[in-house]
C-alpha cells in the first residue's frame, strides 16, 4: 500500500505535524510537495479530482483520504496497519526475530 501526503511546502505547519505523527507512530507513506511546479499534475489532482483546497492532503486509498492535521484519522490508520495479521508481513518467532 503505497500512501501519499500531499504538502504545501515548507511552510505548512499542518504538513510538518502530520508528517512528524506518521512517522512516530510507524506509517511509512511518500510526500509530494504541491508547490513544486514539477507536481502540477498532483494538484490538479488533489484540487480537481479530489476537490482538497488545503493542505496536508493525506491519501490511504480512493476511499480513505482526508485534509489538514487529523491525529484521529492518524491513530486510526495506524491501528489498521499494525492490525494486519503477522503472516502477511512475515511470520514472528517467539524472540522476536522476523522469518
Known amino acids: 500500500m ?3 501526503v500531499y504538502t504545501a511546502g515548507e ?9 512528524r505523527v506518521m512517522t512516530a507512530v510507524g506509517i511509512r507513506f ?3 510537495d504541491l508547490t513544486d511546479d514539477a507536481n502540477a499534475a498532483a494538484r490538479d489532482y488533489v484540487t480537481g479530482d479530489l476537490g482538497y483546497s488545503r493542505a496536508p ?10 485534509a489538514g492535521f487529523q491525529p484521529d484519522a ?12 503477522v503472516a502477511a508481513v512475515g511470520t514472528t518467532d517467539l524472540s ?3 522469518t
Do not use: M
Request: charged residues 15%; negative net charge.
Open 96 to 98: 522476536g526475530g522476523v
Open 74 to 85: 492518524i491513530a486510526r490508520l495506524a491501528a489498521s496497519l499494525h492490525a494486519q495479521p
Open 11 to 19: 511552510s505548512c505547519q499542518q504538513c510538518k505535524l502530520t508528517q
Open 57 to 66: 492532503v493525506v491519501v490511504v486509498d480512493e476511499h480513505d483520504q482526508w
Open 30 to 32: 511518500d510526500t509530494i
Open 2 to 4: 503505497t500512501i501519499a
